[in-house]
């Protein structure tokens, strides 16, 4: 047996054939694996427990003198569940493919084969062994995504608290929002905080490729099901097995699409182009639209059957303009975030620079947020971030009039704490406006000096024992 070096590429190989193993290891070599090669089930379950670490793919045939494939396949999960295994066979059988399914195989194939196309599935299973690292990885994040990402005002407390109580749950689940409002950062959440979170959360974009691409695409093709088709395809439903698979943009798929997702969805099974059989699947579904999915229902552009399939649980997810106390929150996470990156020594905003980004209605919201804050970083030329390093159109709503600025959100808002929210933003609106003269800004704002002196005290921004700065006693 070759020496056990750790190797995030190493893949064990198990035939009692020399030829097969020689063949595989020049295939797999070829590609950059390091290969380590047994001649027998007792070899490969010894090398699997003896790794300092696990291998992340095993290479193993089914039927050996000393053992089944099987057994290597348990001793292999039993050592790393994310460890991915493809059985090999020189009799492919219906029930030799469920058994390997359940079991937690990646695949199988079948004697004869071309290297060409063992070495494609390896990487294949590598990089489904890569998702479920990742996923590990993500969990620990849990905390830092709700701040970061999602944020902490009511109407996004909300969202958590309905995120937090369907996790556990198999339930399918609908996203709705404005594009850039976070629904992937929504369902990834789900995923995270669900008992499926070891295995992969997998994206596909429903509006991105042609319709028979999309087919393939989440069912899978056989070996020449159609031209091009030079080897065989698993679909995202079969990679998402035992994980979640969201549907960004489901309102964009084709009616036939639709036909064949709600069979899925109700049998729980996926037919792949050019099989005969069909397979079982684990997957829970998270879709997301930034359409009025409703208004397609009913001009008839969507399945209402696969709308009710789908519309199980609803998280609708607000605007940013609908929930601007997020804001700053959310600017300095990802100033702390570009900064580093960037290697810059940027620490925060100016009192103006902040202003504009609060009173900006951000059209492509989170998104737009976080771009804006990754090219003020790039440019700004000092430890604080100021007007000048914000995009023109940013910069230019830190002097919006509050009939701009004033937006009562969807939970609803205490009238006297939103009062004194628009007159201290009159009041240092006036107050820059004037450049200090608060005889003049009083004059501005159509007030007494004694009444913006009053107001000012009463904002915490100064004013008792101060005197017009033209030297005339302020009205009384």
Excluded: W
């Amino acid at each position: 047996m070759e020496s056990l070096v750790p190797s995030p590429l190493r893949v064990l190989v198990v035939d009692d054939e020399p030829s097969i193993r020689q063949m595989l290891q020049i295939a797999l070599k070829r590609e950059g694996y390091e290969v380590v090669s047994v001649a027998g089930c007792r070899a490969a379950i010894e090398a699997l427990t003896s790794s300092r670490q696990p291998f992340p793919v095993v290479l193993t045939d089914l039927s050996m003198p000393d053992g089944s494939g099987f057994d290597v396949l348990g001793a292999a999960k039993g050592r790393a569940a994310a460890t991915e295994v493809i059985l090999i066979t020189a009799h492919s059988t219906v029930e030799n493919a469920i058994a390997a399914m359940r079991g937690g195989a990646y695949d199988f194939v079948t004697k004869p084969f071309q290297p060409a196309e063992v070495a494609a599935l390896v990487q294949k299973a590598l990089e489904k062994h890569d998702l479920r690292a990742e996923n590990s990885r993500l969990r620990a994040r849990i905390e830092r995504t709700d701040a970061e990402m999602l944020g902490r005002s009511p109407a996004m407390r909300t969202v958590i608290d309905l995120v937090d109580r369907i996790a556990a749950t198999k339930t399918t689940v609908l996203i709705t929002g404005e594009s850039g409002t976070g629904k992937e950062r929504v369902a990834r959440a789900i995923h995270e905080r669900s008992d499926r979170s070891a295995g992969p959360f997998l994206v596909v974009n429903c509006g991105a490729l042609p319709e028979a691409l999309m087919e393939s695409e989440l069912f899978g093709h056989e070996k020449g099901a159609f031209t091009g088709a030079q080897t065989r395809h698993r679909g995202l439903f079969r990679e998402a097995d035992g994980g979640t698979l969201m549907l960004d943009e489901v309102g964009e798929l084709p009616a036939s699409l639709q036909v064949k997702l709600l069979r899925v969805l109700q049998e729980r099974s996926v037919r792949a182009v050019g099989a005969t059989q069909e397979v079982t699947v684990d997957v829970r579904v998270l879709a997301a639209t930034n359409r009025d999915i409703e208004a397609e229902v009913a001009r008839g552009a969507f399945r209402q059957d696969l709308y009710y399939r789908l519309n199980v649980i609803r998280v609708g997810l607000p605007p940013l303009r609908d929930r601007r106390e997020d804001i700053p929150l959310m600017a300095e996470r990802f100033l702390r975030r570009f900064a580093a990156e960037m290697g810059k020594d940027v620490a925060g905003f100016t009192a103006d620079a902040l202003r504009a980004l609060e009173r900006y209605a951000y059209p492509g919201n989170v998104r737009e947020l976080e771009n804006v804050i990754e090219r003020s970083v790039a440019l700004a030329g000092a430890r604080s971030i100021g007007l000048g390093d914000l995009p023109a159109e940013v910069a230019g709503a830190a002097s919006a009039p509050a009939g701009e600025i004033l937006t009562l959100p969807p939970e609803g808002a205490n009238l006297d704490e939103l009062l004194n929210e628009v007159e201290r933003r009159l009041l240092l609106s006036a107050l820059d406006r004037t450049g200090g003269n608060r005889t003049a800004a009083a004059k501005l704002l159509g007030i007494t000096f004694r009444s913006l002196r009053y107001r000012l005290s009463k904002h915490g921004l100064g004013g008792d024992d101060e005197v017009p700065s033209d030297g005339e006693v302020g009205p009384q």
